[in-house]
């Protein structure tokens, strides 16, 4: 039995946190100083600094942290990691539907290569989007609650057939004893009032692009003309936000290598009136300017630190705001299963292009290799599905003893396939970074408990 505790100490407002984490039972203990010294010589290493204060200490102590320690072990809140075959369910629960490959803006960074993934600029029909419904439903079994979202390209510019696809699963699930909830994402170009009444009735979820302050987004996101879009994509996105209430939606941006200090578009949207906000590190070559490469990494590490008590101190001072890579539930999380098998890209959750082939997930499509089949004509692979089932983090090597492993669960398999050429191969920039937001969340956790404990 491997043994996984992660032990950091955690700053705010010059308070030191001492913090222990045990990944597989997703318990947190905050603990004073020489538990921690006890504990992270156990289970890590010690710094230098951390290995003359550890040798200060009274050895009776160590013993009785020991032993205590020990006994938590056998309790399963420390130290115990297991590894146990496991395979991902191939019932599928959710599809994302390329509506279009088209875009009315141009992104510098866009994976999707202005939306068409290298493909025909296609508009998907209602033909395709009824088959797709229909598969999904086919394709679920048992599973009560199914999930389709609308993606490109720009769904928006093809809003008839989304209007036509929500009233046609409305149709089929009620059919079927089944019950779909929609989401889409969008870049709020084409968010015009109409839009907006409909998106805010039928979706459960509306995810709206967004990178930040003005500089930043216009810099890198244009119109297919040319010209800059922020000042009327951030106008139709408050729109929205006014009429959304409590519903689920999401402001998403990404920083690049232009915008390290995108803890500052983070809070500008905050500012904007947003407090559902998630920012996520652009994903491209090393050789593209944008990308953020080794050498940068450390310069985002600090940027989250500083998000993190900016984002402490707003929360405790009437202007609270989530952020999606800070979001963590140590009570009510999911499950271990859930946990080690990270997204069901390839099984559970499919992608299908404006002509109905089929992809394990919305990044890969137009990938060569990876079409299961075609809704249209009813073909689907299964040998796909099975090999995606199969990956698990417990079977990605460099995984096997990181702290963070239940929290990413690998991370994407499309930037494993891309960056690293082997699905087994977690992306290798993004490691540090997923841990530091790790940290950062259970920081943050410890933080907040402490206040709420005073009041």
């Avoid at 402490?312 to 989530?322: C, D, T, V």
Wanted: proline share 3%; net charge negative; with cysteine.
């Amino acid at each position: 039995m491997r043994l996984i505790t992660h032990c950091f100490p955690f700053s705010y407002k010059g308070e030191t946190f001492y913090l222990v984490y045990h990944p597989y039972s997703n318990s947190l203990h905050v603990v004073d100083k020489s538990a921690y010294l006890v504990l992270k010589n156990k289970y890590e290493e010690l710094s230098p600094q951390e290995l003359a204060d550890f040798s200060a200490l009274d050895p009776s102590l160590i013993e009785e942290i020991e032993s205590e320690a020990a006994e938590m072990e056998k309790e399963g809140l420390l130290g115990k990691d297991e590894t146990f075959p496991y395979k991902k369910s191939k019932i599928v629960k959710a599809l994302c539907l390329h509506v279009c490959h088209d875009c009315n803006l141009k992104c510098q960074y866009c994976f999707a290569k202005e939306g068409t993934y290298n493909t025909a600029r296609d508009y998907m029909t209602k033909e395709v989007a009824e088959a797709a419904v229909d598969m999904l439903i086919e394709k679920s079994g048992s599973r009560h609650n199914l999930e389709i979202d609308f993606f490109g390209g720009e769904p928006l510019m093809n809003m008839s057939v989304v209007r036509h696809t929500v009233e046609y699963g409305r149709r089929r699930a009620a059919e079927s004893n089944k019950e779909f909830s929609f989401t889409m994402t969008t870049n709020a170009l084409l968010l015009n009032d109409e839009n907006i009444d409909f998106l805010n009735r039928e979706m459960d979820n509306v995810v709206i692009s967004i990178d930040g302050r003005e500089e930043v987004h216009n810099r890198v996101r244009k119109t297919k003309t040319g010209t800059d879009a922020y000042a009327y994509i951030l106008e139709n996105a408050k729109k929205f936000r006014a009429v959304r209430g409590n519903k689920r939606y999401y402001i998403r941006g990404t920083f690049t290598a232009y915008n390290l200090d995108f803890a500052s578009d983070v809070l500008a949207l905050a500012d904007a009136g947003f407090d559902q906000i998630s920012v996520e590190p652009v994903v491209l070559p090393s050789d593209n300017p944008m990308a953020i490469t080794e050498e940068k990494v450390g310069v985002v590490l600090k940027e989250y630190d500083k998000l993190a008590e900016a984002f402490i101190e707003r929360r405790a001072n009437g202007k609270w705001f989530n952020f999606f890579h800070f979001m963590i539930d140590l009570e009510d999380g999911p499950c271990i299963m859930k946990r080690l098998s990270g997204c069901s890209a390839g099984c559970g959750y499919l992608a299908v292009s404006p002509v109905g082939d089929i992809y394990p997930c919305h990044q890969f499509v137009g990938e060569e290799g990876y079409k299961i089949g075609n809704v249209l004509t009813g073909e689907f692979d299964p040998s796909i599905s099975e090999t995606f089932s199969d990956i698990t983090v417990n079977n990605k090597k460099k995984c096997e003893n990181c702290f963070a492993k239940y929290y990413c669960s690998g991370g994407c398999l499309a930037a494993s396939h891309y960056y690293e050429k082997d699905l087994l191969t977690p992306y290798g920039a993004g490691c540090a970074m997923m841990k530091k937001r790790l940290e950062c969340s259970l920081g943050i956790y410890a933080v907040e408990k402490k206040i709420r404990e005073k009041h």
